[in-house]
């Protein structure tokens, strides 16, 4: 009766444990963890080993790192002698994990990993299995120290899909350029000409700079960096600078943006009668000569005239008699319009106060003399 009755329990015991092979994929409860492997209960006869190195695609320190007593994993079978069953936990993520990518690549997916270790040459994120990032595409820009991408979120786009080799390459730097592009297109539907904005000073060239004005780089030609000439652009502005522009024209289709920094600034007429006034004696710089007359500099991007008939105190047939381009000389100013943006100008009547003033000079010396000479003459009168 007794030899029945266990044989019957043996009977129900075989029928309720698992029939497994290796390749089987059992479910299983973690009963006992160690430095090096984890035992887990799958219903048979004996637990299941996981060593470490079957706990997951990425390098682990501890099985606690991944596992913790009473989980409930799924495994695979890799090993069966005897009463022992070797198990592995990466075999099953890896082949999840090859689905969930596959799927990623094709749909050209934008997701989020983890930075789980700085390598030669990149990083490696965890993507259930090893996925790589090269350094060249972790940022738009060169990057020194990695360090504290660890254990951080990064989004990432496969870029490379290998499963033969093994092979997963991952690239954040795609995920910016793709956001700038959006970006981009967004801003470039948003401008207008006339529009006011602020950019930071990106590049700077010999026919003007490039503003990056939020994702796009617009230029602002070397003529509309300033009221006054501009030999150079770095006389005025520095890379990283940021500055006031205006939109002067958008070309969408082209991608290409004008912009102004001169129409920003304040005109170099304004308030100018502020810092110029009639009767003035100012220096300035002879730019052009015409029939009628000479235009003088008397303040960046401020020209006054002289009218032909205030160069000289003699008469003149043409300015060029008298004066040449590029020459500096001091001009009295007679009228100052700053609503008209009018200057009028005269060297004669400097001259002819010059000329006014050495005669009285002159007259009053001459006077001292005879006077002088009188009051000896009568010093020597007492003496005859």
């Known amino acids: 009766m007794l030899l029945l009755l266990g044989g019957l329990l043996m009977e129900e015991m075989s029928n309720e444990m698992p029939e497994i092979q290796v390749g089987s994929?059992?479910?299983?409860?973690?009963?006992?963890?160690?430095?090096?492997?984890?035992?887990?209960?799958?219903?048979?006869?004996?637990?299941?080993?996981?060593?470490?190195?079957?706990?997951?695609?990425?390098?682990?320190?501890?099985?606690?790192?991944?596992?913790?007593?009473?989980?409930?994993?799924?495994?695979?079978?890799?090993?069966?002698?005897?009463?022992?069953?070797?198990?592995?936990?990466?075999?099953?993520?890896?082949?999840?994990?090859?689905?969930?990518?596959?799927?990623?690549?094709?749909?050209?997916?934008?997701?989020?990993?983890?930075?789980?270790?700085?390598?030669?040459?990149?990083l490696v994120a965890d993507v259930g299995l090893r996925g790589f990032i090269p350094a060249s595409l972790v940022e738009t820009y060169y990057v020194e120290d990695f360090s504290d991408y660890v254990n951080n979120p990064l989004k990432v786009k496969i870029i490379d899909l290998d499963k033969e080799q093994n092979r997963i390459i991952l690239s954040h730097r795609a995920v910016l350029e793709e956001e700038a592009e959006e970006k981009k297109a967004e801003l470039l539907g948003s401008l207008e000409d006339g529009q006011e904005l602020e950019g930071i000073v990106r590049r700077l060239t010999d026919f003007g700079v490039f503003v990056d004005i939020g994702g796009v780089d617009g230029l602002v030609h070397i003529s509309e960096l300033a009221h006054e000439h501009v030999e150079k652009a770095s006389d005025v502005v520095s890379e990283g600078e940021t500055i006031a522009v205006k939109v002067l024209s958008v070309d969408k289709e082209n991608e290409r943006i004008s912009l102004s920094r001169k129409q920003m600034l304040p005109g170099p007429w304004t308030n100018i009668s502020e810092k110029i006034s009639k009767d003035d004696v100012i220096e300035g710089t002879v730019k052009r000569l015409v029939h009628f007359g000479a235009f003088v500099e008397v303040a960046p991007g401020v020209e006054g005239l002289v009218h032909i008939s205030e160069i000289?105190?003699?008469?003149?047939?043409?300015?060029?008699?008298?004066?040449?381009?590029?020459?500096?000389?001091?001009?009295?100013?007679?009228?100052?319009?700053?609503?008209?943006?009018?200057?009028?100008?005269?060297?004669?009547?400097?001259?002819?106060?010059?000329?006014?003033?050495?005669?009285?000079?002159?007259?009053?010396?001459?006077?001292?003399?005879?006077?002088?000479?009188?009051?000896?003459?009568d010093q020597l009168d007492k003496y005859k």
């Open 25 to 122: 994929v059992v479910e299983g409860t973690v009963v006992k963890i160690e430095d090096k492997q984890i035992f887990v209960d799958i219903g048979y006869k004996s637990d299941g080993i996981v060593p470490i190195s079957e706990l997951s695609n990425l390098h682990i320190d501890h099985p606690s790192d991944v596992v913790a007593e009473s989980d409930k994993i799924t495994l695979q079978v890799t090993k069966l002698e005897d009463d022992e069953v070797v198990l592995s936990k990466k075999a099953v993520d890896a082949k999840e994990a090859w689905q969930d990518l596959e799927e990623k690549f094709n749909n050209d997916e934008t997701f989020e990993t983890v930075v789980k270790e700085v390598v030669k040459g990149g």
């Open 312 to 377: 000289a105190n003699r008469h003149i047939g043409t300015p060029e008699e008298v004066l040449e381009e590029g020459q500096q000389i001091d001009v009295k100013v007679l009228d100052v319009n700053e609503d008209e943006k009018r200057i009028s100008l005269s060297i004669k009547q400097l001259e002819s106060e010059q000329e006014q003033a050495d005669v009285e000079s002159y007259e009053k010396s001459d006077d001292s003399s005879f006077q002088l000479g009188d009051m000896i003459g």
